[in-house]
């Protein structure tokens, strides 16, 4: 992930059938931090080095739904991070990038014009 400043590296599980998300984010430089995210909308941050940092945060919507770029636009297949993708734009929202061989997200561009 590159939000101009600071440089992370995401790994991403998605379990729909659970109901869960996990994100491990490895901060440049930094700290590990780990984000458990359920479908009811809670998500757990916490760090397992010295600290042992924890918190919680009740966002209004839970994880992604499979059929989440239902009722996008598709825009076609445009060159990524070097792959080739097909690229959709939902809702003025988000403009997702995924590659055309193995089908795994490469990109998304979110409204503010950040890159994950």
Known sequence: MNNSVIH????????????RNFNI???QLGNVLHDLEW???TSFFYTL????????????????RPDWLDGATYLGQREA???????????D???YFEDVV??????WIFY???SN
């Open 8 to 19: 992370e590296v995401i790994d991403l599980w998605y379990d729909w059938p659970n109901g």
């Open 49 to 64: 080095d010295s600290f042992k940092t924890c918190s919680s945060v009740q966002f209004e919507v839970g994880i992604l």
């Open 102 to 107: 193995t089908k795994r997200p490469v990109l």
């Open 25 to 27: 984010i490895q901060h």
């Open 81 to 91: 991070d070097e792959f080739v993708c097909n690229v959709w734009e939902k809702a």
């Open 39 to 41: 479908n009811n909308g």
């Open 93 to 95: 929202f988000i403009t």
């Open 112 to 114: 503010t014009g950040e």
